[in-house]
C-alpha cells in the first residue's frame, strides 16, 4: 500500500527557516518522482518543488527559488523541503505527491500528473 505522511510543519516568525518531511511506505522512493505542493485558504494547490527519480534533478517554482531545497534520503526512504528566508505568504498546508511515471527531460508540475497523496502539514509564517 502506497503512503505518504507529511511532517515538520509549524509556526515560524518571517526569515526563519524550517524542513519539512515526506516520508514513503509501500514503495521506494528512489522509483517515484516527488513533488512538493501547497494549499492556502481559498487558493489553488500549486506546485513547489520536484525531485525527479531517475537523475534527482530538481525544479523549483519562482516564488520559492534560491530559498527551498528539495531533497531525498534514499536510505530513509524520505523527501525533504528545506525552507528558508520564509514570508507570510508561504503560509499554507504543504502535501507531497508521487508519480511513477517516467520522465526523462522532464518534470511533471502539475497536481493532476501525480497519482499518490500525503494528507498535509501546515506551514504558518507570522510576525
Known amino acids: 500500500q502506497v503512503q505518504l505522511v507529511e511532517s515538520g510543519g509549524g509556526l515560524v516568525q518571517p526569515g526563519g527557516s524550517l524542513r519539512v518531511s515526506c516520508a514513503a511506505s509501500?514503495?521506494?522512493?528512489?522509483?517515484?518522482?516527488i513533488g512538493w505542493f501547497r494549499q492556502a485558504p481559498g487558493k489553488e494547490r500549486e506546485g513547489v518543488s520536484f525531485i525527479r527519480n531517475t537523475d534527482e534533478s530538481t525544479y523549483y517554482a519562482g516564488s520559492v527559488e534560491g530559498r527551498f531545497t528539495i531533497s531525498r534520503d534514499s536510505a530513509k526512504n524520505t523527501v525533504y523541503l528545506q525552507m528558508s528566508s520564509l514570508k507570510p505568504e508561504d503560509t499554507a498546508a504543504y502535501y507531497c505527491a508521487a508519480t511513477f511515471g517516467t520522465y526523462s527531460n522532464t518534470l511533471p508540475l502539475y497536481k493532476y500528473e501525480y497519482d499518490y497523496w500525503g494528507q498535509g502539514t501546515q506551514v504558518t509564517v507570522f510576525s
Open positions: 509501500g514503495f521506494s522512493l528512489d522509483y517515484a518522482t
